[in-house]
């Protein structure tokens, strides 16, 4: 690639996203870090989940709960909008308890 002084360009990187995850992945960004500014934190990392899933035909719920104490609070779960069918489910399989890590994981094996 050339600029327009007719320089060449570097080749671009791996993309602020790709190095985000591959840095949670060897666990320089932990669970209870915020997803980086870049992403808008943890909202627009829902928003993005969302859509994966509704493009592989499900839906992302979140807990309505609205005690920070609750052992459910802020978690997910995936559900089969056609059946209300829960398809991933915290460690009792009955509901939320999912964390956006472990939804984004699910969606992506």
């Not at 570097?10 to 591959?22: F, H, I, M, N, V």
């Not at 990392?45 to 459910?72: C, F, H, I, T, Y």
């Amino acid at each position: 690639m050339t600029d327009q002084t007719g320089e060449k360009t570097p080749k671009p990187g791996p993309s602020y996203w790709d190095r985000t995850r591959e840095a949670r992945k060897r666990g320089e960004l932990g669970h209870g870090e915020p997803w980086p500014a870049p992403f808008g934190g943890d909202k627009v990392r829902e928003n993005l989940l969302r859509r994966m899933a509704a493009r592989q035909g499900l839906a992302l719920m979140k807990s309505r709960r609205r005690d920070p104490r609750a052992v459910d609070f802020g978690t997910y779960m995936l559900v089969d909008p056609d059946t209300n069918a829960v398809v991933a489910a915290g460690s009792d399989g009955h509901g939320y308890g999912l964390t956006l890590d472990d939804i984004e994981e699910w969606l992506t094996k």
